[in-house]
């Protein structure tokens, strides 16, 4: 990697501060994905702002309807916190399928969710769920924030400093794996909650989306059949050596099927 | 052999790797851990082209950065008179046209040949600067087509890679009696063809490799430690072709060595680099190789695409069989590459079968791709691939059962030895025994039951089965040399016994990973009556080692083991003259075993340990007959291939809706010959069946039109992982090797030979009901489906009826 300079703030004030003084400054907090790219060369930020330190970060609480996460939360505390397994389930069980053992006990929410990876796990949860991602200055909805692929609607400077998502009546994940990268292939996260029904999918196109057609036919009939022959259009999905874009839509309707059936 | 006094540590004991203690504490000394006074860095810059032109080359501004000691390019590297990187392999092919062998340059000289040919090398004080500057060196290039495949290389008009290897050829060559074989194919009930291409790997050793230059200005020694499993072979490829120093200025060591499956067998331009600009700047030069660089500069394996006709008469016997392969050879010859398609592969395409009329054609062809090598099973799970691939669809175009006509051709043991049409001569084998037990362990009887209760559950279920050999324990010396070898392919031992009666075995075999340690010193244990603890087994080293030919093709026990046998008979002998004096009898009346050199029918006996006491302190000893000393050397040059084989069945599920495959269940049983250490030959056979698996599944290798490696990271280039990975039922039936003292065959690659077609011809018994007659490797999710999808025309096939 290139030199850069390095920095732990202990606040959130002081973390906001670094990166508006230094727009080259990168914040980092599990690091799974960049710092593989900076091993790799592939970025040369002046400055890292490690948010490791900063204990408003932190922390996984129930308000009301909804648990909120700190964006420093790992995948392992979401995968087994007792809030989260009652609350949310399958939110845990979606974090105990991220990566491996060494990347659960590093990599964060906030991080996954602020990288917006279209093969990341989360953003499907997010939308599905309906949650608001809050940052050191607003709140986005989850509809808002996942732009594009790698690109979130957060200026820059801006930080995320945590995720609520409204407690479900009922929820399910599936997904398929890459076979190299272990990465969703497809994932399907569904969702009947205070908000009505959502269907959010990763990994198929170039970044998380809502399938909407699958949602009002669930809203109609919760189960596997309701969206067994809805057909994901294969227009914008991605195709690599993988998987085809006709393969991924297979993967749609047959990961929400999937998921549904486990969320019951 | 005799009976061992430790029958926990002998022969057939599953005694504990002695060597993972170091290797699981991470203790072990691999050459990264290593770092000499004074040691500079080196990268390496590499082409990001297939195939350009080299129009010039700038580093001044390189030479300029920090810390950096110096700069090389081709230019230098021919200023001072190096060679090129040598291949160790001629073969000449049809009406006795010898190989084209074009200069395989240290640095790029001129054009760059695939993406990752080294061009230009930074010294420098840290990898960091040294990695700086090479971003700070300018390279002009013109782009050329790339070739990256062999039908581009062999298309009419093609471009040429090298200027001396007309159509991209390396050799066409054959096997066999083409008039023979066409006259038993005029003859066929039916004829059976077959195409398939065998996908390319890359071998992906856990530790990547690298290699530490050391340089003494006042001996003039030059030191090079590196992740070989053969450092007697760098010392002499490099030494006498590359850098042209002699071998007592030159010394290798291999230290522990984190896995190699072939991919550390070859003599690679790094090595050399290091250990010549050490001497140059007078300070040790380290290069260690990163995890995506190993994908464009590590030997790939594989990548054979093949066409063959297999002639029946009416039963099913196999009258005649025609192969024609098309072999990769990447952008140079590596070390071992133009024996992998022919002498290590087309030589076995008679199988476990009886098939009388055999004819084998073989071109090798230059493509703008890294140099393809051997990778664990080098040639032999490429036929054997097409083999059991092959059998498997002529049974369904027979109408004929899978297991029927395999049993109707097998080879009998009382045909042994057997003379195939294809030069080799089979010593022993059971291919009956290892299918029966097969079998058995997989309930081969009760699979139909198994595959309707999966239907039940939306699964398709299918079994296949291979009954596969393979040649090994290489080679006899004469007979590579007739085949193009330029070396021999004998085996070493020296065994110092100590005053004391510990015991220093001394091999030019090479341990990185196989347990050599373990099993090594369990034959000494056993054949001198020495405890376990007191054998120490070094290698890996040319300053301690005698000149020996290294680990590879299951080779080590077989060729380097019979060589300990060989050293310990000297041993022995020598013991009995020692004792026979000191006990006042006759040589001839003094018998050795459990330890004890013993007067025949007495109980008057000297323990080892007393005999090698009274070597070296001579006092009592016959001094005008034998010399002092308990030390001896033996060379062992085999007398021919072993031959392990077997039986592999796997069974897979089939989920229609993604197109995934699991296996659910693997039985392989095999016949290695004698096992020495049960444990260690299980854990040998079940690592080379998940690399099967692998292949067969998952790993595949993917260039672009322009000569791009697409799979160039385990982020594209899957691996395959421990919950893709059934319990096996691994188990042996032995016959044993009729020509080596210890009976033993190798268990070193086995599990990858003979695993791939039991896997696919599962695969494709699952898919019955589509009409699929082949699937080629790997069997992907993505392949799967799209199979199933297009013989369905619906994404969601019906899972039962």
Same mark, same amino acid.
């Given at each position: 990697?290139?030199?850069?300079a390095?920095?732990?703030p202990?606040?959130?004030?002081?973390?906001?501060k670094?990166?508006?003084?230094?727009?080259?400054?990168?914040?980092?907090?599990?690091?799974?994905?960049?710092?593989?790219?900076?091993?790799?060369r592939?970025?040369?930020?002046t400055?890292?702002?490690?948010?490791s330190?900063?204990?408003?970060?932190?922390?996984?609480?129930?308000?009301?309807?909804?648990?909120?996460?700190?964006?420093m939360?790992?995948?392992?505390?979401?995968?087994?916190?007792?809030?989260?397994?009652?609350?949310?389930?399958a939110?845990?069980?979606?974090?105990?399928?991220?990566?491996?053992t060494?990347?659960?006990?590093?990599?964060?929410?906030?991080?996954s969710?602020?990288?917006?990876?279209p093969?990341?796990d989360?953003?499907?949860?997010?939308?599905?769920?309906g949650?608001?991602?809050?940052t050191?200055?607003?709140q986005?909805p989850?509809?808002?924030?996942f732009?594009?692929?790698?690109?979130?609607?957060?200026?820059?400077g801006?930080?995320?400093i945590?995720v609520?998502?409204?407690?479900?009546?009922?929820?399910?994940?599936a997904?398929l794996?890459?076979?190299?990268?272990?990465?969703?292939m497809?994932?399907?996260?569904?969702?009947?909650?205070?908000?009505?029904?959502?269907v959010?999918?990763?990994?198929a196109?170039?970044?998380?989306?809502?399938?909407k057609?699958?949602?009002?036919a669930?809203?109609?009939?919760?189960?596997?059949?309701?969206?067994a022959?809805?057909?994901q259009?294969a227009?914008?999905?991605?195709?690599?050596?993988?998987?085809?874009?006709?393969?991924?839509?297979?993967?749609?309707?047959v990961?929400a099927?999937?998921?549904?059936?486990?969320?019951? | 052999?005799?009976?061992t006094?430790?029958?926990?540590?002998?022969?057939?004991?599953?005694?504990?790797?002695?060597?993972?203690?170091?290797?699981?504490?991470?203790?072990?000394?691999?050459?990264?851990?290593?770092?000499r006074?004074?040691?500079?860095?080196?990268?390496?810059?590499?082409?990001?082209?297939?195939?350009?032109?080299?129009?010039?080359?700038?580093?001044?501004?390189?030479?300029?950065?920090?810390?950096?000691?110096?700069?090389?390019?081709? =230019?230098?590297?021919?200023?001072?008179?190096?060679?090129?990187?040598?291949?160790?392999?001629?073969?000449t092919?049809?009406?006795?046209?010898?190989?084209?062998?074009?200069?395989?340059?240290?640095?790029?000289?001129?054009?760059?040949?695939?993406v990752?040919d080294?061009v230009?090398?930074?010294?420098a004080?840290?990898r960091?600067?040294?990695?700086?500057?090479?971003?700070?060196?300018?390279?002009s290039?013109?782009?050329?087509?790339?070739?990256?495949?062999?039908?581009?290389?062999?298309?009419?008009?093609?471009?040429?890679?090298?200027?001396?290897?007309?159509?991209?050829?390396?050799?066409?060559?054959?096997?066999?009696?083409?008039?023979?074989t066409?006259?038993?194919?005029a003859?066929?009930?039916?004829?059976?063809?077959?195409?398939?291409?065998?996908?390319?790997?890359?071998?992906?050793?856990?530790?990547?490799r690298?290699a530490?230059?050391?340089?003494?200005p006042?001996?003039?020694?030059?030191?090079?430690y590196?992740?070989?499993?053969?450092?007697?072979?760098?010392?002499?490829?490099?030494?006498a072709?590359?850098?042209?120093?002699?071998?007592h200025?030159?010394?290798?060591v291999?230290?522990?060595?984190?896995g190699?499956?072939?991919?550390?067998?070859y003599?690679y331009?790094?090595?050399a680099?290091?250990?010549w600009s050490?001497?140059?700047?007078?300070r040790?030069?380290?290069?260690?190789?990163?995890?995506?660089? =190993?994908?464009?500069?590590?030997?790939?394996?594989?990548?054979?695409?093949?066409?063959?006709?297999?002639?029946?008469?009416?039963?099913?016997?196999?009258?005649g069989?025609?192969?024609?392969?098309?072999?990769?050879? &990447?952008?140079?010859?590596?070390?071992?590459?133009?024996?992998?398609?022919?002498?290590?592969s087309?030589?076995?395409l008679?199988?476990?079968?009886?098939?009388?009329?055999?004819?084998?054609?073989?071109?090798?062809?230059?493509?703008?791709?890294?140099p393809?090598?051997?990778?664990r099973g080098?040639?032999?799970?490429?036929?054997t691939?097409?083999?059991?691939?092959?059998?498997?669809?002529?049974?369904?175009?027979?109408?004929?059962?899978?297991?029927?006509?395999?049993?109707?051709?097998?080879?009998?043991p009382?045909?042994?030895p057997?003379?195939?049409?294809?030069a080799?001569?089979?010593?022993?084998?059971d291919?009956?025994?290892?299918?029966?037990?097969?079998?058995?362990?997989?309930?081969?009887?009760?699979?139909?039951?198994?595959?309707?209760?999966?239907?039940?559950?939306?699964?398709?279920?299918?079994?296949?089965?291979?009954t596969?050999?393979?040649?090994?324990g290489?080679a006899?010396?004469?007979?590579?040399?007739q085949?193009?070898?330029r070396?021999?392919?004998?085996?070493v031992?020296?065994?110092?016994?100590?005053?004391t009666?510990?015991?220093?075995?001394?091999?030019?075999?090479?341990s990185?990973?196989?347990?050599?340690?373990t099993?090594?010193a369990?034959?000494?244990?056993?054949?001198?009556?020495?405890?376990?603890?007191?054998?120490?087994?070094v290698?890996?080293?040319?300053?301690?080692?005698?000149?020996?030919?290294g680990?590879?093709?299951?080779r080590?026990?077989?060729?380097?083991?019979?060589?300990?046998?060989?050293?310990?008979?000297?041993?022995?002998?020598?013991?009995?003259?020692?004792?026979?004096?000191?006990?006042e009898?006759?040589?001839?009346?003094i018998?050795?075993?459990?330890?004890?050199?013993?007067?025949?029918?007495?109980d008057?006996?000297?323990?080892?340990?007393?005999?090698s006491?009274a070597?070296?302190?001579?006092?009592?000893?016959?001094?005008?007959?034998?010399?002092?000393?308990?030390?001896?050397?033996?060379?062992?040059?085999p007398?021919?291939?072993?031959?392990p084989?077997?039986c592999?069945?796997?069974?897979?599920?089939?989920?229609?809706?993604?197109?995934e495959?699991?296996?659910v269940?693997?039985?392989a049983?095999?016949?290695?010959?004698?096992?020495?250490?049960?444990?260690i030959v299980?854990?040998?056979?079940? &690592?080379?069946?998940?690399?099967?698996?692998g292949?067969?599944l998952?790993?595949?290798t993917?260039?672009?039109?322009?000569?791009?490696?697409?799979?160039?990271?385990?982020?594209?280039?899957?691996?395959?992982?421990?919950?893709?990975?059934?319990?096996?039922?691994?188990?042996?039936s032995?016959?044993?090797?009729t020509?080596?003292?210890?009976g033993?065959?190798g268990?070193?690659?086995?599990g990858?030979?003979?695993?791939?077609?039991?896997?696919i011809?599962a695969v494709?018994?699952?898919?019955?009901?589509?009409?699929?007659?082949?699937?080629e490797?790997?069997?992907?999710?993505?392949?799967?489906?799209?199979?199933?999808?297009?013989?369905d025309?619906?994404?969601?096939?019906? =899972?039962?009826?």
């Open positions: 990697m290139y030199d850069f390095y920095h732990k202990s606040s959130l004030a002081d973390a906001v670094l990166l508006a003084e230094d727009p080259d400054a990168k914040p980092i907090s599990g690091g799974m994905t960049l710092l593989p790219a900076l091993k790799h592939l970025n040369m930020p400055a890292l702002i490690d948010l330190g900063i204990a408003e970060l932190r922390g996984i609480k129930r308000e009301g309807d909804a648990i909120v996460i700190g964006a939360v790992k995948h392992f505390e979401v995968a087994t916190d007792p809030q989260i397994m009652a609350a949310i389930p939110l845990a069980r979606m974090a105990a399928t991220i990566g491996d060494q990347v659960r006990n590093r990599g964060t929410i906030g991080g969710l602020a990288n917006n990876d093969a990341a989360y953003p499907a949860a997010a939308l599905a769920l949650a608001t991602l809050i050191d200055r607003r986005i989850a509809d808002d924030f732009v594009g692929m790698f690109t979130t609607a957060m200026e820059p801006e930080l995320l945590g609520s998502f409204p407690i479900p009546e009922k929820a399910g994940y997904k794996r890459n076979p190299a990268s272990r990465y969703s497809t994932g399907v996260f569904v969702a009947k909650g205070p908000k009505g029904v959502g959010g999918v990763n990994g196109a170039s970044c998380a989306f809502r399938q057609e699958m949602e009002a669930l809203a109609a009939n919760w189960s596997p059949e309701a969206v022959n809805i057909r259009p227009n914008d999905l991605n195709s690599d050596i993988h998987g085809s874009a006709e393969y991924r839509a297979n993967l749609v309707t990961m099927k999937r998921a549904v059936a486990d969320a019951g | 052999m005799n009976v006094t430790h029958p926990s540590e002998g022969i057939g004991a599953s005694v504990r790797r002695r060597e993972d203690l170091r290797f699981l504490s991470g203790r072990g000394q691999y050459t990264d851990d290593l770092n006074p004074g040691q500079l860095h080196a990268w390496i810059l590499r082409s990001p082209y297939a195939h350009a032109r080299i129009d010039g080359i700038d580093t001044a501004a390189a030479a300029a950065m920090p810390g950096v000691q110096a700069v090389y390019t081709a =230019a230098d590297i021919e200023a001072a008179g190096l060679g090129g990187i040598p291949c160790g392999w001629q073969v092919g049809k009406g006795g046209q010898v190989m084209a062998e074009p200069m395989h340059p240290v640095l790029a000289s001129g054009k760059v040949r695939h990752g080294p230009a090398v930074v010294v004080e840290t960091n600067q040294a990695r700086d500057a090479a971003e700070a060196i300018a390279v290039y013109t782009p050329l087509p790339a070739l990256s495949t062999m039908a581009a290389a062999l298309a009419p008009g093609a471009p040429l890679l090298h200027d001396d290897a007309p159509g991209n050829v390396c050799f066409d060559w054959e096997i066999g009696d083409a008039a023979a066409d006259a038993a194919f003859t066929a009930h039916k004829v059976v063809r077959f195409e398939t291409t065998n996908n390319r790997l890359v071998p992906n050793a856990m530790e990547p690298a530490i230059g050391d340089y003494d006042h001996s003039g020694e030059h030191t090079l590196t992740t070989s499993q053969n450092p007697h072979v760098i010392r002499l490829l490099m030494g072709f590359v850098l042209k120093v002699p071998e200025r030159l010394r290798v291999a230290p522990d060595v984190g190699g499956f072939g991919s550390k067998i003599h331009a790094e090595e680099i290091v250990t050490a001497a140059q700047l007078k040790p030069v380290k290069w260690t190789c990163e995890r995506s660089e =190993a994908f464009l500069s590590d030997a790939h394996g594989r990548d054979h695409v093949t066409t063959a006709e297999l002639a029946l008469d009416r039963e099913g016997k196999f009258l069989l025609r192969v024609s392969t098309l072999a990769n050879m &990447g952008a140079y010859l590596s070390t071992f590459a133009p024996a992998v398609p022919t002498y290590l087309a030589t076995l008679a199988g476990v079968y009886t098939t009388p009329a055999i004819h084998g054609q073989v071109k090798a062809v230059f493509t703008s791709t890294v393809v090598d051997a990778y080098a040639g032999r799970p490429e036929t691939y097409l083999l059991e691939r092959l059998v498997d669809v002529a049974a369904r175009e027979m109408g004929m059962d899978r297991i029927e006509i395999r049993r109707k051709n097998f080879i009998r009382d045909q042994f057997y003379q195939t049409p294809v080799l001569q089979y010593d022993s084998g291919y009956e025994a290892t299918l029966r037990e097969a079998l058995r362990g997989a309930d081969y009887a009760g699979f139909e039951a198994r595959r309707a209760e999966a239907k039940a559950r939306g699964r398709l279920r299918g079994i296949g089965v291979s596969y050999l393979e040649a090994c290489i006899p010396s004469k007979l590579v040399g085949l193009g070898a070396a021999g392919l004998y085996e031992a020296n065994i110092r016994v100590h005053p009666g510990s015991v220093s075995v001394f091999t030019g075999t090479h990185h990973g196989q347990g050599h340690e099993t090594f369990q034959l000494v244990s056993e054949q001198l009556g020495v405890p376990l603890s007191q054998v120490e087994i290698h890996g080293d040319t300053g301690k080692i005698p000149f020996g030919m680990t590879y093709g299951s080590s026990l077989a060729v380097g083991g019979s060589a300990m046998v060989k050293a310990m008979d000297k041993i022995i002998a020598k013991g009995r003259k020692i004792a026979a004096h000191l006990l009898a006759s040589v001839e009346d018998e050795f075993s459990n330890g004890q050199f013993r007067v025949a029918g007495t008057r006996a000297k323990a080892f340990a007393e005999i006491m070597a070296y302190v001579p006092h009592n000893y016959p001094i005008e007959e034998i010399e002092p000393g308990l030390e001896e050397t033996a060379f062992y040059d007398k021919n291939f072993t031959y084989g077997g592999h069945i796997c069974e897979v599920e089939i989920d229609p809706e993604t197109g495959v699991a296996v269940a693997f039985t049983c095999d016949d290695v010959g004698r096992v020495i250490n049960p444990m299980e854990g040998q056979i079940q &690592g080379g069946l998940a690399q099967g698996i292949q067969a998952i790993e595949n993917v260039y672009d039109a322009e000569g791009q490696l697409l799979s160039a990271s385990f982020n594209d280039y899957a691996m395959p992982r421990a919950t893709q990975i059934p319990s096996f039922g691994v188990s042996t032995t016959t044993l090797c020509h080596n003292p210890l033993v065959k268990c070193g690659e086995v990858a030979i003979g695993s791939p077609p039991a896997v011809n494709v018994d699952a898919l019955r009901d589509y009409g699929v007659t082949h699937v490797m790997p069997a992907t999710p993505l392949k799967i489906w799209s199979i199933i999808h297009a013989k025309g619906a994404a969601l096939p019906a =899972a039962a009826e």
